[in-house]
């Protein structure tokens, strides 16, 4: 059991390197020592909350961006002037100073590489506010040259190279160019 200096809840706790903890607050990183002192404070550039967070060996955090965007959901029998969530994943170098602005290295839109049409038809009713929510991020690991991305409303996980931003492959949801086919099964 782990709480900060105030005794306030958490939320999205992510253990770090060096005996550290990340939280969410505010739509932020804190990330705090086992003691309970900030670290360092810092969000994402360009997005209102974020809902993971890694650190790199390179001392540079991965973080996905949550935005409501406008969308054309026509495919799922809706207008094409909808409002979806969307995910942007950024690789971000810490501020310089406390406070400051992190430094984008590299970031990935998942609108602009998965259409709506792969989520999985029991997640197209979930709205949360006025927004849709096609993709719902869940988690982010490292893999050195690029990241394995899992997706709750595509019911599949995928592998992005980072070099290029292309999908590399595709594990699960509705089938397209670079989904693994399971052989011997």
Same mark, same amino acid.
């Given at each position: ?29 804190? $990330?705090?020592?086992?003691?309970? =002192?900030?670290? =360092? ?10 809902? $993971? ?53 590299? =970031? ?9 049409? $792969? ?67």
């Amino acid at each position: 059991v782990w709480w900060t200096k105030n005794k306030t809840s958490t939320f999205m706790l992510t253990p770090l390197p060096g005996q550290h903890l990340g939280t969410d607050e505010s739509g932020g990183l804190v $990330e705090y020592d086992l003691n309970g =002192q900030i670290v =360092q404070q810092f969000g994402p550039v360009g997005g209102n909350d974020f809902h $993971e967070v890694i650190r790199l060996a390179n001392g540079n955090y991965v973080m996905a961006t949550q935005d409501a965007q406008p969308c054309d959901l026509t495919s799922w029998g809706l207008t094409a002037s909808e409002s979806c969530l969307n995910h942007v994943i950024q690789e971000l170098q810490p501020p310089a100073t406390p406070g400051g602005t992190p430094t984008v290295v590299w =970031q990935w839109d998942t609108s602009q590489h998965i259409p709506v049409t $792969e989520t999985t038809a029991t997640w197209r009713s979930v709205v949360i506010g006025s927004n849709h929510d096609p993709f719902h991020l869940n988690s982010i690991e490292d893999t050195g040259d690029g990241l394995i991305v899992s997706f709750r409303h595509l019911d599949a996980v995928y592998k992005i190279d980072k070099a290029t931003g292309n999908v590399v492959w595709k594990l699960g949801g509705a089938p397209r160019a670079e989904s693994l086919q399971l052989v011997g099964d």
